[in-house]
């Protein structure tokens, strides 16, 4: 299913050459150049080519920021806009974000490093950037109106603060923020170690995503920003499956996985196959001896969460929300419950006159998975994800972890479907079985009724003998 994205060629490496182009003693005296990125593909990590060196992260369909070493600082410039961000193949939503992308891309740095980000604002409203997690100056954590003035609508504003602890942050505006975040302005923020650390393990892949929802209509393009919880797209980066690519890992390869939630809901993330521990917070590392065993992990709202593991098994490896309404793209949750009633042909009919209309399956909500009627242009289908034993039936919040021994270290390209070894598969019982409710009915409660005695139906009462009472006080014969 991603055969066709190509994770280590094109803008990953594009991007690299222009921040080193932009390293000119007249590029000096200006603005660094804004390294601009519209592929919604995972690209290969940025290694540093000037600072301290790190391992960097590799951003799940998304990209790491190029920067300018200008005297020994850091420089970033990154560039508040409208966007269109690709949520799956054939779906795009009209958000906003950063550097021409929805999540803006990942800022990587080093525990030390002063850090100079120039923030020009494109948006038709004013912004700021507020650093989540970082310690920094008072007047750059970017609070508009307590921090700081907001930036107006075509200004450039300067942030400039020491990284002074290692570890995951993010970044979002924090001025008419119930609007930006609801268009998708976040981003994240990754401080290395600037040696080794006794609780920051050095790991052989480093994934980064941020969890974020959006309310957009079946065929429209642009969020209700209005919404507070009924959000109908649940997405990673600005992604919902099969949008999002699979982590693809070589088979004992220490993985690092750090998710940011910037919605307005928790998410418990479950990974199926192996256990992990949490071992940082967006407050830092987690002592040794106060991290436990998980193979789910709530993330609360604002929160970041740090899991490792060793990733010893292989195969493709579910990796999802476990709220499994957060695993449903739009149209999920506004129609009436009709297991039970065969809808079938009036809802074809209904079609002939309304082609958007749509309603929910009669045997359970797997009909919706190989739905055969006409959604609206641009919408993805509410369960989907053609598997190599048929449809997932997910969507929104679910990816794969997948694992093979002969991945080479350093490469994330989709290796296709695990290869399961003969007899591990689950299979089908040939003997005798009782037969299916859904092979003779067309939905499981109306067959129920069927089997129900039809006429009368005597109903006995009985009442617990009075004297039975005498035990409760008050109570008069
Ligand atoms: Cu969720």
């Given amino acids: 299913m991603n055969n066709r994205r190509n994770f280590l060629s094109g803008a990953g490496a594009i991007t690299t050459a222009l921040a080193a182009a932009a390293v000119s003693k007249v590029a000096m005296a200006a603005l660094p150049e804004p390294v601009i990125q519209t592929r919604p593909d995972t690209m290969a990590p940025l290694v540093p080519n000037s600072g301290r060196p790190y391992n960097p992260v590799v951003t799940l369909n998304g990209w790491t920021l190029p920067w300018r070493m200008n005297a020994g600082v850091k420089e970033f410039h990154l560039v508040a806009e409208p966007v269109v961000r690709e949520m799956s193949p054939g779906f795009k939503a009209h958000l906003w974000g950063y550097n021409g992308q929805s999540p803006g891309p990942t800022i990587e740095v080093v525990e030390g490093d002063t850090v100079r980000i120039f923030?020009?604002?494109?948006?038709?409203?004013?912004?700021?950037?507020?650093?989540?997690?970082?310690?920094?100056?008072?007047?750059?954590?970017?609070?508009?109106g307590l921090?700081?003035?907001?930036?107006?609508?075509?200004?450039?504003?300067?942030?400039?603060?020491v990284a002074r602890r290692p570890g995951t942050f993010m970044y979002h505006p924090?001025?008419?923020?119930?609007?930006?975040?609801a268009m998708g302005m976040m981003g994240f923020w990754i401080t290395h170690p600037k040696a080794a650390h006794p609780l920051i393990d050095e790991v052989n892949r480093d994934f980064v995503f941020l969890l974020n929802a959006y309310?957009?209509?079946?065929?429209?393009?642009?969020?209700?920003?209005m919404t507070m919880l009924d959000f109908n797209l649940w997405s990673w980066n600005s992604r919902v499956f099969p949008g999002i690519d699979p982590l693809v890992v070589r088979k004992n390869d220490k993985v690092r996985i750090r998710m940011g939630n910037l919605t307005m809901t928790n998410h418990p993330i479950h990974i199926h196959g192996h256990e992990f521990t949490v071992t940082g917070t967006d407050g830092g590392a987690i002592p040794k001896s106060a991290r436990w065993p998980e193979v789910t992990t709530d993330?609360?709202?604002?929160?970041?969460?740090?899991?490792?593991?060793?990733a010893n098994e292989e195969g493709d490896w579910a990796f999802h929300c476990h709220k499994s309404h957060?695993?449903?793209?739009?149209?999920?949750?506004?129609?009436?419950t009709m297991i039970g009633v065969d809808h079938r042909k009036v809802a074809r009919d209904i079609t002939k006159l309304i082609p958007d209309y749509m309603v929910m399956g009669e045997r359970g909500m797997a009909d919706m998975g190989e739905m055969e009627m006409p959604l609206p242009d641009n919408?993805?289908?509410?369960?989907?994800?053609?598997?190599?034993?048929?449809?997932?039936e997910m969507g929104g919040m679910f990816s794969m972890l997948k694992v093979r021994k002969d991945q080479k270290a350093g490469d994330y390209k989709d290796p296709?479907?695990?290869?399961?070894?003969?007899?591990?598969?689950?299979?089908?019982?040939?003997?005798?079985?009782?037969?299916?409710?859904?092979?003779?009915?067309?939905?499981?409660?109306?067959?129920?009724?069927?089997?129900?005695?039809t006429k009368e139906v005597e109903v006995q009462v009985r009442k617990p003998p009075m004297n039975g009472m005498s035990g409760m006080g008050g109570m008069k014969h």
């Avoid at 003035?149 to 504003?157: E, Q, Y």
């Avoid at 924090?174 to 975040?181: I, K, S, Y």
């Fill in 119 to 144: 923030v020009t604002n494109k948006l038709p409203e004013h912004t700021s950037v507020h650093w989540h997690g970082q310690r920094l100056p008072n007047g750059m954590d970017g609070v508009a």
């Fill in 147 to 161: 921090n700081q003035p907001a930036i107006p609508a075509g200004k450039t504003f300067v942030y400039e603060f």
């Fill in 174 to 181: 924090h001025a008419d923020e119930m609007t930006q975040m």
């Fill in 215 to 225: 309310d957009i209509d079946p065929g429209l393009y642009t969020p209700k920003i």
């Fill in 299 to 310: 993330v609360a709202v604002g929160q970041m969460r740090q899991i490792e593991f060793v």
């Fill in 326 to 336: 957060h695993t449903m793209n739009a149209m999920g949750h506004d129609v009436p």
């Fill in 379 to 392: 919408t993805e289908r509410m369960m989907t994800g053609a598997g190599p034993f048929g449809s997932v």
């Fill in 416 to 453: 296709g479907w695990y290869k399961h070894p003969a007899g591990t598969v689950a299979y089908e019982w040939t003997g005798a079985a009782p037969v299916a409710d859904r092979a003779t009915s067309g939905g499981g409660q109306a067959m129920k009724a069927q089997n129900m005695p």
